[in-house]
């Protein structure tokens, strides 16, 4: 019975932290909303949504056990590709990209199909160590052409 009552009780808490607005999953006011698509078992990936989270983003995680089918519907060049695809805004953006290089592209918004920062650079964000040199994030065009949007 005691089981039962203690279950019922983490329920409920749950249940008014969830209405109270408590919850990490609460919509930020004049945010972006980024979907980000990543493999049910990756752990950056998660970090990675984390830190978007904390620099004023409204993020949806879509969890699958396959996330290629949805490089694949974005066309993302097979060089450029990333353990996740976030889509903001009609746009990809392919790995662990800092937030400068979103904000960029969401306030200049260039006629592409998207960017991206290929691997995962130790120190970029979601990832562990120290930076150890550039990131260089490249902009992909509509028709595949490959050209350097940024270096931060």
């Not at 040199?133 to 028709?143: R, S």
Request: glycine share 10%; proline share 7%; hydrophobic share 35%.
């Amino acid at each position: 019975m005691k089981k039962l009552t203690l279950g019922l009780l983490i329920g409920i808490i749950g249940l008014i932290l969830l209405i109270a607005g408590c919850s990490s999953n609460s919509k930020k006011e004049g945010a972006p909303t980024v979907i980000l698509y990543k493999s049910e078992m990756c752990g950056c990936c998660g970090l990675y949504g984390q830190y978007l989270e904390q620099n004023e983003y409204n993020v949806e995680i879509k969890d699958m056990p396959d996330i290629s089918p949805i490089k694949d519907q974005y066309s993302i060049p097979s060089t450029l590709r990333s353990c996740h695809t976030l889509i903001v805004d009609g746009y990809y953006v392919e790995g662990h990209i800092p937030k400068e290089a979103i904000n960029k592209l969401l306030s200049e918004k260039p006629s592409i199909a998207g960017i991206a920062m290929p691997g995962m650079p130790s120190g970029s964000p979601g990832m562990p160590g120290a930076k150890k040199e550039p990131f260089v994030i490249y902009a992909v065009a509509k028709d595949g052409n490959i050209s350097e949007f940024m270096r931060i």
